[in-house]
Antibody, heavy 123, light 113 residues
Protein backbone atom coordinates (compact mmCIF):
# COMPACT_ATOMS: atom_id res chain seq x y z
CA UNK A 1 0.00 0.00 0.00
CA UNK A 2 1.39 3.37 -1.03
CA UNK A 3 1.61 5.59 2.01
CA UNK A 4 3.09 8.88 3.22
CA UNK A 5 3.27 9.67 6.93
CA UNK A 6 4.34 13.12 8.13
CA UNK A 7 5.72 13.86 11.58
CA UNK A 8 7.53 16.59 13.48
CA UNK A 9 4.88 19.28 13.68
CA UNK A 10 4.05 21.20 16.82
CA UNK A 11 3.79 24.59 18.47
CA UNK A 12 6.93 26.73 18.28
CA UNK A 13 7.85 30.34 18.95
CA UNK A 14 8.60 32.82 16.19
CA UNK A 15 12.22 32.76 15.09
CA UNK A 16 12.80 29.15 16.02
CA UNK A 17 13.34 26.04 13.91
CA UNK A 18 11.50 22.81 13.24
CA UNK A 19 12.11 19.78 11.04
CA UNK A 20 9.30 17.86 9.40
CA UNK A 21 9.74 14.30 8.20
CA UNK A 22 7.72 12.27 5.73
CA UNK A 23 8.16 8.52 5.67
CA UNK A 24 7.21 6.89 2.38
CA UNK A 25 6.30 3.26 1.78
CA UNK A 26 4.77 1.07 -0.89
CA UNK A 27 6.67 2.50 -3.85
CA UNK A 28 10.22 2.88 -5.14
CA UNK A 29 11.11 6.11 -3.34
CA UNK A 30 14.17 6.88 -5.46
CA UNK A 31 12.06 7.00 -8.64
CA UNK A 32 9.84 9.90 -7.68
CA UNK A 33 10.10 13.60 -6.98
CA UNK A 34 8.70 14.66 -3.62
CA UNK A 35 6.90 17.84 -2.58
CA UNK A 36 5.79 19.80 0.45
CA UNK A 37 2.52 21.74 0.24
CA UNK A 38 0.97 23.72 3.08
CA UNK A 39 -2.47 24.95 4.01
CA UNK A 40 -3.03 27.68 6.59
CA UNK A 41 -6.14 27.23 8.75
CA UNK A 42 -9.24 27.90 6.69
CA UNK A 43 -7.17 28.86 3.64
CA UNK A 44 -6.23 27.38 0.30
CA UNK A 45 -3.27 25.27 -0.78
CA UNK A 46 0.22 26.71 -1.17
CA UNK A 47 3.00 24.70 -2.75
CA UNK A 48 6.24 25.03 -0.76
CA UNK A 49 9.03 22.96 -2.29
CA UNK A 50 10.00 20.08 -4.57
CA UNK A 51 13.05 17.84 -4.67
CA UNK A 52 13.83 15.66 -7.68
CA UNK A 53 14.08 11.91 -7.41
CA UNK A 54 17.88 12.10 -7.30
CA UNK A 55 17.99 15.13 -5.02
CA UNK A 56 19.87 17.23 -7.56
CA UNK A 57 17.09 19.65 -8.46
CA UNK A 58 15.28 21.67 -5.82
CA UNK A 59 12.80 24.56 -6.05
CA UNK A 60 11.04 26.67 -3.42
CA UNK A 61 8.26 29.20 -3.26
CA UNK A 62 9.75 32.67 -2.76
CA UNK A 63 8.28 33.15 0.72
CA UNK A 64 10.42 30.32 2.18
CA UNK A 65 13.64 30.71 0.19
CA UNK A 66 16.63 31.00 2.50
CA UNK A 67 14.63 29.75 5.50
CA UNK A 68 13.39 26.28 4.49
CA UNK A 69 15.43 23.37 3.15
CA UNK A 70 14.01 20.26 1.52
CA UNK A 71 16.10 17.09 1.49
CA UNK A 72 15.67 13.36 1.08
CA UNK A 73 17.27 10.18 2.34
CA UNK A 74 16.66 7.29 -0.01
CA UNK A 75 18.09 4.80 2.49
CA UNK A 76 15.24 5.74 4.82
CA UNK A 77 12.62 6.52 2.12
CA UNK A 78 12.10 9.81 3.88
CA UNK A 79 11.82 13.42 2.77
CA UNK A 80 12.48 16.28 5.16
CA UNK A 81 11.59 19.94 5.46
CA UNK A 82 13.95 21.88 7.69
CA UNK A 83 12.27 25.15 8.66
CA UNK A 84 14.23 28.03 10.24
CA UNK A 85 13.34 31.56 11.32
CA UNK A 86 9.71 30.54 11.54
CA UNK A 87 7.05 33.24 11.32
CA UNK A 88 3.40 33.34 12.34
CA UNK A 89 2.47 33.20 8.66
CA UNK A 90 4.18 29.80 8.38
CA UNK A 91 1.46 28.31 10.59
CA UNK A 92 -0.27 25.63 8.53
CA UNK A 93 -0.87 21.97 7.95
CA UNK A 94 2.14 20.76 5.99
CA UNK A 95 1.45 17.98 3.53
CA UNK A 96 4.05 15.74 2.00
CA UNK A 97 3.13 14.74 -1.55
CA UNK A 98 4.54 12.23 -3.99
CA UNK A 99 5.38 13.32 -7.51
CA UNK A 100 3.71 11.36 -10.25
CA UNK A 101 7.06 10.59 -11.81
CA UNK A 102 10.58 11.90 -12.15
CA UNK A 103 10.49 13.82 -15.42
CA UNK A 104 8.38 15.16 -18.25
CA UNK A 105 6.08 17.15 -16.02
CA UNK A 106 5.12 14.12 -13.99
CA UNK A 107 7.70 15.21 -11.41
CA UNK A 108 5.85 18.47 -10.78
CA UNK A 109 2.42 16.77 -10.54
CA UNK A 110 1.42 15.37 -7.13
CA UNK A 111 -0.61 12.16 -7.14
CA UNK A 112 -0.55 11.08 -3.50
CA UNK A 113 -0.69 13.13 -0.32
CA UNK A 114 -0.06 12.34 3.33
CA UNK A 115 -2.47 13.29 6.09
CA UNK A 116 -0.44 16.34 7.05
CA UNK A 117 1.44 17.70 10.05
CA UNK A 118 0.26 20.81 11.86
CA UNK A 119 2.76 23.58 12.58
CA UNK A 120 1.71 26.51 14.75
CA UNK A 121 4.09 29.43 15.17
CA UNK A 122 3.01 31.52 18.11
CA UNK A 123 4.47 33.33 21.09
CA UNK B 1 5.00 33.23 -11.25
CA UNK B 2 1.89 31.86 -12.95
CA UNK B 3 -1.27 33.12 -11.26
CA UNK B 4 -4.28 30.82 -11.24
CA UNK B 5 -7.75 32.28 -10.77
CA UNK B 6 -10.83 30.16 -10.20
CA UNK B 7 -14.48 31.12 -10.57
CA UNK B 8 -16.77 31.08 -8.83
CA UNK B 9 -15.41 31.08 -5.27
CA UNK B 10 -18.50 29.20 -4.14
CA UNK B 11 -21.12 27.19 -5.97
CA UNK B 12 -24.37 25.49 -4.93
CA UNK B 13 -25.88 22.89 -7.22
CA UNK B 14 -28.84 20.55 -6.84
CA UNK B 15 -28.26 16.82 -6.61
CA UNK B 16 -28.17 15.30 -10.08
CA UNK B 17 -27.42 18.61 -11.76
CA UNK B 18 -24.24 19.74 -13.51
CA UNK B 19 -21.53 21.67 -11.69
CA UNK B 20 -18.95 23.70 -13.59
CA UNK B 21 -15.82 25.33 -12.16
CA UNK B 22 -13.58 27.58 -14.18
CA UNK B 23 -9.85 28.17 -13.92
CA UNK B 24 -7.78 30.76 -15.72
CA UNK B 25 -4.02 31.21 -15.78
CA UNK B 26 -2.27 34.51 -16.51
CA UNK B 27 0.05 32.76 -18.96
CA UNK B 28 -0.25 29.67 -21.06
CA UNK B 29 0.43 26.30 -19.45
CA UNK B 30 0.48 24.54 -22.82
CA UNK B 31 3.92 23.13 -23.55
CA UNK B 32 4.35 23.35 -27.31
CA UNK B 33 6.89 20.53 -27.66
CA UNK B 34 4.45 17.86 -26.46
CA UNK B 35 1.12 19.71 -26.84
CA UNK B 36 0.21 19.03 -23.23
CA UNK B 37 -1.49 21.39 -20.82
CA UNK B 38 0.21 21.24 -17.42
CA UNK B 39 -3.04 21.71 -15.52
CA UNK B 40 -4.46 19.54 -12.73
CA UNK B 41 -7.61 19.50 -10.60
CA UNK B 42 -7.75 18.38 -6.98
CA UNK B 43 -10.65 17.65 -4.66
CA UNK B 44 -10.36 18.27 -0.93
CA UNK B 45 -12.99 17.17 1.56
CA UNK B 46 -13.05 18.56 5.13
CA UNK B 47 -10.30 17.13 7.30
CA UNK B 48 -8.71 15.25 4.41
CA UNK B 49 -5.70 15.84 2.18
CA UNK B 50 -6.27 16.81 -1.45
CA UNK B 51 -6.96 14.08 -3.98
CA UNK B 52 -5.84 14.25 -7.61
CA UNK B 53 -8.83 14.12 -9.97
CA UNK B 54 -7.61 15.30 -13.37
CA UNK B 55 -4.18 15.94 -14.93
CA UNK B 56 -2.97 17.10 -18.37
CA UNK B 57 -6.19 19.16 -18.18
CA UNK B 58 -8.44 16.27 -19.21
CA UNK B 59 -6.98 12.91 -18.09
CA UNK B 60 -8.86 11.34 -15.20
CA UNK B 61 -6.75 9.84 -12.44
CA UNK B 62 -7.27 6.12 -11.96
CA UNK B 63 -10.38 5.41 -9.89
CA UNK B 64 -11.99 8.81 -10.44
CA UNK B 65 -15.63 8.48 -11.55
CA UNK B 66 -16.38 9.45 -15.14
CA UNK B 67 -18.87 12.10 -14.02
CA UNK B 68 -15.74 14.24 -13.48
CA UNK B 69 -14.29 15.73 -16.65
CA UNK B 70 -11.82 18.44 -17.50
CA UNK B 71 -11.32 20.47 -20.61
CA UNK B 72 -9.57 23.55 -21.90
CA UNK B 73 -6.22 24.60 -23.29
CA UNK B 74 -3.69 27.36 -22.96
CA UNK B 75 -5.05 29.65 -20.26
CA UNK B 76 -8.71 28.65 -19.81
CA UNK B 77 -9.88 25.43 -18.21
CA UNK B 78 -13.05 23.88 -16.83
CA UNK B 79 -13.88 21.10 -14.40
CA UNK B 80 -17.34 19.64 -14.83
CA UNK B 81 -19.24 17.24 -12.62
CA UNK B 82 -21.99 15.95 -14.88
CA UNK B 83 -24.45 14.80 -12.22
CA UNK B 84 -23.74 15.94 -8.69
CA UNK B 85 -23.74 13.44 -5.85
CA UNK B 86 -23.77 14.30 -2.16
CA UNK B 87 -20.26 12.86 -1.84
CA UNK B 88 -18.96 15.51 -4.26
CA UNK B 89 -19.36 18.27 -1.68
CA UNK B 90 -15.81 19.56 -1.28
CA UNK B 91 -13.34 22.25 -2.21
CA UNK B 92 -11.86 22.03 -5.69
CA UNK B 93 -8.51 23.47 -6.70
CA UNK B 94 -6.85 23.87 -10.06
CA UNK B 95 -3.06 23.78 -10.23
CA UNK B 96 -0.46 24.53 -12.84
CA UNK B 97 2.59 22.32 -12.86
CA UNK B 98 4.13 23.92 -15.94
CA UNK B 99 6.83 25.71 -14.00
CA UNK B 100 8.10 26.32 -10.50
CA UNK B 101 6.79 27.77 -8.33
CA UNK B 102 3.85 25.43 -8.79
CA UNK B 103 0.70 27.41 -8.09
CA UNK B 104 -2.91 26.69 -7.15
CA UNK B 105 -6.12 28.55 -7.72
CA UNK B 106 -7.76 29.97 -4.61
CA UNK B 107 -10.27 27.13 -4.51
CA UNK B 108 -13.98 26.72 -5.15
CA UNK B 109 -16.38 25.53 -2.49
CA UNK B 110 -19.02 23.20 -3.92
CA UNK B 111 -22.20 22.70 -1.90
CA UNK B 112 -25.63 21.17 -2.36
CA UNK B 113 -28.50 23.52 -3.16
Amino acid sequence: QVRLVESGGGVVQPGTSLRLSCAASGFIFSSYAMHWVRQAPGKGLEWVAVISNDGKSIHYVDSVKGRFTISRDSSRSTVYLQMKSLRAEDSAVYYCAKGAGHEGGYDYLQNLWGQGSLVIVSS
Amino acid sequence: DIVMTQSPDSLAVSLGERATINCKSNQSVLYSSNNKNYLAWYQQKPGQPPKLLIYWASTRQSGVPDRFSGRGSGTDFTLTISSLLAEDVAFYYCQQYYSAPITFGQGTRLAIK
